[in-house]
Structures are given as C-alpha cells and as structure tokens.
C-alpha cells in the first residue's frame, strides 16, 4: 500500500477555547486533506492539543484542579467544534496520550545515549515573563529596555540538547531543499536566525512537576518543544500498524516557524529520521490591523460565524487569505464575500441554469452539437478550468484556485446575458444553439462541484445531487472528471444554496455580540518610581520625532527589532525591543519618539544610536508613544 499523503496541524496549546486563528488552520488542513484524497490519494492528517507546562500547571493550582482535569475541559472544546464542523482528521493526539509519551521518552533515551543530550547545571539569568534562560547578551538588550527587573538568578540543573551541533547540517539542507519552508519570505527568515548562530537548547525542568518523566531521571520532566514536537512522530503511526512517517505537509502559524524549521529539523537529524517535505508557515487573522488576544478583547470566536453554515466560514477563510499573509477580518467583509460569492453568485447561477434546463429540455441534459464564436471561447475556458483548480490547489493556495473559479462563473453571468437563452427557446430553429448554451452551464456547474468539495463540502453535494448526478461528489477523482462526460439522468429541482443575509440587521447583531468587554483597568505591578533629578539633568535629554523607514527582525532574537530612523537632520540605524508587540512591517513609516542623544551601543553586534520611547504594561509590553500624524521628522518633543 502506498505511503499516505501525511499532514499535519501544530498541536493548539490548552489555555483557551478555540477562536478563528485556530479553526483557520484546521479548515486550511481539512480542504488539503479532502483536495489529496480526491487526487486518488491516501491521506492521513494529524492535529490534537499540546497539555504539558508550567503555564497548565500554575492554572490548575490556582482552581485546585489536577493539570490533566483542566486540559481535558479545555480540549472538549476542541474535539466538539471539529465534530460539529465536519473536519477529516484521522487522529486527535493529545500530548498526555500514553503512546506519546512512550515515544517521548524513548527518543530522549536515544539521544542521551547518543550524546545529542546531556546534562549540565546552567547558571545565569532567568526572564520570568518569557519563562526561559537568557544569555548575558539578551539580558542587556531587557535592561536597555528598562525590562532588568524581569529578570531573576537562577541556578538549575538541566538536560541541553546540542542545537549548536546542527547549525552547518541545517543550512546545508536548507541550501538543498529550497521549498521546504513556504512561503519563501518567511523560509528566509529561518536562514537569517541560524545563519546568526544556534546555542545548545535547554530540554528539560526540573521547577514544574506536570509534564512527560525524563526516564532515569524522574524529577526533571521534558520540556516544551522537545514533547510538543514529537508528536507528529507518535501520530504517524496507525492503529493498524501503518507509519506514515514523514510529513508531506505540516501547517503552522507564523509565531511558531522558528521551532518547527530549526529546532524539529536539528531533533531529527540527531534521530537518523527523514525530515518533513515542506512546512506552510501562514499569517494571522487581525482584528482592526491588530493580533487577536484575550487582554484586547477583539476575539472572534467561531460559533459567532457558523450560524451562517459550515461551509460560508470555510470559503470565506480559504477565499480570503493569502497564505502566508496577514488579513484583517472585518465583519461588514465576511457577509459581502457571502453575499456577492454565494448568494448572488453560484447560488443564482445554480438555480438560473437548473431552472432553464428543466423549463426548456424537462431536465434532461442537452448535447452540443453546435457551437459560434462565443461557445467555443467558454468552452474552451471551461476545459481549463479544472486544472488550473488542481495546479493551485497543489500548491497549497485556495486563495487563487477559487479566485479562478470565479471569474470563470461571474463570466458565465454575462455569456447568459449574450447568449438570451429565453429567447433562443421562442424559435426552435435556435434548438441546437439553445442546447450549446445549456450544456456549458451544466457542465460549469458540475466541474464547479466537484473542485468546491474540499472547501464548501456538504454545498458542493448538495449541487451536485441537483445536476442530477449519483453517489458522493467527494469521490470524484479531479484528474479524471471529463468537462464534456455525458450525464447519467435528468436535474432535480434546484435548491438554494446560500440565502442573502440582510446585511445592515446581521452586522448589528454580530458587533454587539462580539464587543469587547469595557477594559479593566491596568495592573501597576511595575516597578517604584526612580529617584528624583533635577530639571537641568532631564533636559539634557533630547527628544525627536523620527519616522521608522525600515524595519527588520534581529536573528536569534525573539524581540529585537532592527530599524532605519528618519530624524530630519539624519538617518540612524535603532535597535528595540518590540519584537513580541509589533511585526516589522506594521512599524513602517511609523511616527515615534527618539531619545536622540542617547550614546550608541551595541545589541547582538549591531550598533543602536538611539532609543524609541515606550510605554510599558505589568507584562513588559512595549506601547510606542506616537506624536500628532503632522509632527515632522526632527521636531524637538519638549
């Protein structure tokens, strides 16, 4: 038996419910997986939930509540949405599966033996935000930022995996393997962090007690990525006994890539094992141009969509998204893509040429016997329809292959109106051109069925049972469907497919249930006011306004950011930290305030003259204070 088409989605973290960041990726997973098996391939398509961490732990303790109680609540939500929506993942694997732990464990041992992991006691500083060691370096970029007193001595003992072994082999495959991260922007980004160099990784804890054993060492656990990631290695074995193994395909979200194109990669060239074909790295979904969060109140969660169907919150997440990009969702957006795509779009031209070919030929499928100018131009279109589908689809870019498809069908619209086949039906001399006119919509809407089956699948069944065509639409084999087949029986009667919606009644409704509750005020966990100086000392310091012309993120840094600073009087190269804040491409032409006459100094080898000045919340978030849009470069802020 051939090896499956293997995909896989990360493992969502078990702290909230699932919002559309999530379902996003899971539909994208699911249209894949059902666009392979109707290439006649055997797919097998992961997902699950990763439920180890301190961060579980601490949530627990503080409803006193065991870890595993917690993660089981929070994955109903997750296992109960899939259901509801239709998603054909073969397996739900969660991280406190036996199985994954036998093969966390095992691996671990392995490598131990091998001497890719070893113990050592490190000794350093400790961020307790970002719960995890930081070099000396990276603690002087947190006390430039004012962020010192995050920082706490710690001294523990724990298990490193050599990273730093792999940092030739990774760039020599990466050299070797152009399309292993995709898209290629982002398959950059990876270069540039372990082109900057790679340290030994810290794999295990010995401070939180709820996670997998180290096995012969039982008060440290394995830690974060070491068990999260080796779970596509546990999920690709079947109950049968089948191994899938590797990964054809594994999606991600962008925040994550770092971990699964450098740290994965190094684990399994220490394990001997193939490495995945290729990782899909897409964007975020944004709300108002701004990530989606909890502490912001701007979540979206999916049953406040899928009351318009399954299938409307699958096409307008595959249509609307560039993968790899971010998009901002916007509710008056969502309802006009249905509304013009669905309802007025195939919907209207399902039920116009079902419709006609009932009135006009009692249901039965006419031939074309006969064609002008005008067929032989759509038909010829509609030849090339299907694989220009299947070419992107491949690719991985729904967004494209139903962009194509509906210029095809909204040009359909108007070959109606050319063609005036209620008039052609008046003169039965037109009989043969009526019959060409009939045939190509039928045909459009069958080939239209059968592509839409991966994204909108219970409406392409339910168009298809309309076409008059047996069995399931799913399993129609997309390198095999003939535009010009012959059709087994007459049309039913046309169903809708998607009603209108009112839009200005939805849109109040679906604002007012997603508004944001009124914000809480914030936490003043910060540090004491400083000692009082004198206004000749504050003075000395020179503020401007500056505008940001370039922006880029620093390798190996998950926060600093490298910008290009227009001043008025000159440009500056600054380096801050507002990585974890900010994407680099929202901080262009940006206005900002720039200490000015700050001594330069040097962050990861880049020298920085100058700070921006920020805000900073009780979890050390960077707000960046904005001067008046008709402020100019090189102001003097007072």
Known sequence: MPKPFYLTTPIYYVNDRPHIGHVYTTVLADAIARFHRQMGEPVRFLTGTDEHGQKVEKAAAARGIAPKALADEVVANYTDLWARMGMTHDRFIRTTDADHRETVQRWFKKLLDSGDIYKATYKGLYSVSDEAFVTETQAKELQAQGLAHQLIELEEETYFFRLSKYEKPLLDFYATHPDFVQPDFRFNEVKRFVEGGLQDLSISRTTINWGIPVPGDEKHVVYVWFDALLNYLTGAKDEKGGDAWSPDLQIVGKDILRFHAVYWPAFLMAMGLELPKAILAHGWWLMGNDKMSKSKGNIVRPDTLLKYGNDALRYYFLRDMQVGHDRDFAFEGFIDRLNADLANGLGNLASRSISMIQRYRNGAFPGASKMDESDAAVDAQGRALLPAFVAQANAHNFNAALDGLWVFLRGLDGYIVQAEPWKLAKDEANAAKLDTVLAI????????????????????????????????????????????????????????????????????????ANAAPAPSAPSLDVPEIRETVDADTFFKVDLRVGKILEAERVPKSDKLIKMKVDLGLEQRTIVGGLGKAYEPDELLQRSVVVVANLAPRKLMGIESHGMLLAASDAGSKPYLIAPPADALPGFIVK
């Open 441 to 512: 919509l039928y045909r459009a809407l069958r080939v239209a069925s059968a592509a839409l089956a991966s994204v909108m699948p219970d409406m392409a069944q339910q168009l298809w049972e309309s076409l008059g065509l047996p069995g399931k639409v799913a399993d129609q084999r997309l390198d095999q469907l003939a535009w010009d087949a012959p059709a087994p029986g007459p049309v039913a009667d046309p169903k809708p497919l998607f009603a209108r919606i009112d839009k200005e009644k939805d849109m109040s409704e679906l604002e007012s």
